[in-house]
T-cell receptor, first 117, second 115 residues
Framework: GAVVSQHPSWVICKSGTSVKIECRSL??????MFWYRQFPKQSLMLMAT?????????EQGVEKDKFLINHASLTLSTLTVTSAHPEDSSFYIC?????????????FGPGTRLTVL | QKEVEQDPGPLSVPEGAIVSLNCTYS??????FMWYRQYSRKGPELLMY????GNKEDGRFTAQVDKSSKYISLFIRDSQPSDSATYLC???????????????FGQGTILTVHP
């Protein structure tokens, strides 16, 4: 099946700094990737849809200037949390849409745990 | 009202039991239904995928979709301690629509299978 990797798996940063999270597709050529945030014991909340070569589409309530997404190649999408604050501490997970035609299946990366001090 | 409702549990069963996990939804446009398993501090892993109504079996797992009732289920037979995880239902509308590829998740059910 599809393999999606994320880096780093865990990051701790000081308040006010920026953090970049990478999401790589190792099997498919992912023209569409998704970024989710998950708080403890809660479900995944879609933040944005990342399209290769174009601007990301953000969900309502997600600040696009704070969560910068870049998807410059078919295998790499990055999420940068700018001027991070403690309330941004969360588990960030990316996914790619299955290349199988006619399905909306997504394959998820292992996630990145962000802790902002 | 949430688009997808899932009982968060927690659910605790003995090894070997049959587990039933369920989700209800309100959006009649949902066509694709998935179950994901998520271990603590890991990304979700796709377990089952079903298109429209019907049943699908894969080993110890059976997924059922009843679109008329807007109700989906996942059954786990002969449950094992290694099945202990959070189970998330997810669903989406037709590919190619305005919500192309967007998944809507349930809250997740925490399952513990004890030896």
């Amino acid at each position: 099946g599809a393999v999606v990797s994320q880096h780093p798996s865990w990051v701790i940063c000081k308040s006010g700094t920026s953090v970049k999270i990478e999401c790589r597709s190792l099997d498919f050529q992912a023209t569409t990737m998704f970024w989710y945030r998950q708080f403890p014991k809660q479900s995944l909340m879609l933040m944005a849809t990342s399209n290769e070569g174009s601007k990301a589409t953000y969900e309502q309530g997600v600040e696009k200037d704070k969560f910068l997404i870049n998807h410059a190649s078919l295998t790499l999408s990055t999420l940068t949390v700018t001027s991070a604050h403690p309330e941004d501490s969360s588990f960030y997970i990316c996914s790619e849409k299955s290349a199988l035609s006619g399905t909306d299946t997504q394959y998820f990366g292992p996630g990145t745990r962000l802790t902002v001090l | 009202q949430k688009e997808v409702e899932q009982d968060p549990g927690p659910l605790s069963v003995p090894e070997g039991a049959i587990v039933s996990l369920n989700c209800t939804y309100s959006n009649s446009a949902f066509q694709y239904f998935m179950w994901y398993r998520q271990y603590s501090r890991k990304g979700p892993e796709l377990l089952m995928y079903t298109y429209s109504s019907g049943n699908k079996e894969d080993g110890r797992f059976t997924a059922q979709v009843d679109k008329s009732s807007k109700y989906i289920s996942l059954f786990i037979r002969d449950s094992q301690p290694s099945d202990s995880a959070t189970y998330l239902c997810a669903m989406s509308e037709n590919a190619g629509g305005t919500s192309y590829g967007k998944l809507t998740f349930g809250q997740g059910t925490i399952l513990t299978v004890h030896p």
